[in-house]
């Protein structure tokens, strides 16, 4: 699938399996890549967990799912909405919980120049 995408002008970059440090570094990667671009599709996908204010994709070695320990554990899916929006119109976000073990984390950006 990445080759259509490719063909039609998008960068695709895949980002898997990441731990919580590895987390850490990835806000400034995905605001770098979207900011860049005059398109952006965005899927995100693994354990989605959410509070009363937030949800989170959790990172694949997330020891707590709870609000209390939540953000050591998961990269904020608002952060991504916040910068999406900076792109009304030319940007989509997916979002695809796996309801099943916390072990999955999956990033997809697709973005065109």
Known sequence: MNSEFEAAGFKVRTIRNMSR???SQLAPIIRSEIEGADRVLVYMGGH???TGRDSYLM???AVKA???HIGANG?????VIDLLGEKAGAAVL???????TIRVFSI?????R
Request: net charge negative; hydrophobic share 50%.
């Open 66 to 68: 709870d609000p209390f």
């Open 21 to 23: 440090n590895a987390i």
């Open 48 to 50: 989605v967990f959410s």
């Open 94 to 100: 997916l979002i695809g919980d796996s309801g099943k």
């Open 75 to 79: 990269l904020p899916i608002s952060m």
């Open 108 to 112: 997809v950006l697709l973005f065109r």
């Open 59 to 61: 990172a694949s070695d």
